[in-house]
Nanobody
Framework: QLQLVESGGGLVQPGGSLRLSCAASGFTLDNYAIGWFRQAPGKEREGVSCISSRGGSTAYADSVKGRFTISRDNAKNTVYLQMNSLKPEDTAVYYC??????????????????WGQGTQVTVSS
């Protein structure tokens, strides 16, 4: 069974940092592009960042450029999202998703077919 599990969420003060992890089980991530998405209450799911299967291509939403960094360690079957300078508007449930692709990546939800259960990130003083 293909499964993604996110971890690393929590409560952090504005300006703080968190690192989210997305671990795969039941399959290896080598041939999968990974996307990070977030959904705040009452809002649509937003594509935050993505990374290609070998890590050579990444993309970020304008709202997180310069603050978030996506990376992957295929040997550990894990993808990370380092989030710095967090703002209250970053508060959301964060999801990772996988798409079987060896080229590029996408921040569009319909491109992905394997999703994690999400992890809550709350930025508040």
């Amino acid at each position: 069974q293909l499964q993604l599990v996110e971890s690393g969420g929590g409560l952090v003060q504005p300006g703080g940092s968190l690192r989210l992890s997305c671990a795969a089980s039941g399959f290896t991530l080598d041939n999968y592009a990974i996307g990070w998405f977030r959904q705040a209450p009452g809002k649509e799911r937003e594509g935050v960042s993505c990374i290609s299967s070998r890590g050579g291509s990444t993309a970020y939403a304008d709202s997180v450029k310069g603050r978030f960094t996506i990376s992957r360690d295929n040997a550990k079957n894990t993808v990370y999202l380092q989030m710095n300078s967090l703002k209250p508007e970053d508060t959301a449930v964060y999801y990772c998703a996988a798409a079987s692709s060896t080229w590029g990546c996408s921040r569009v939800t319909t491109w992905y077919n394997v999703w994690g259960q999400g992890t809550q990130v709350t930025v508040s003083s």
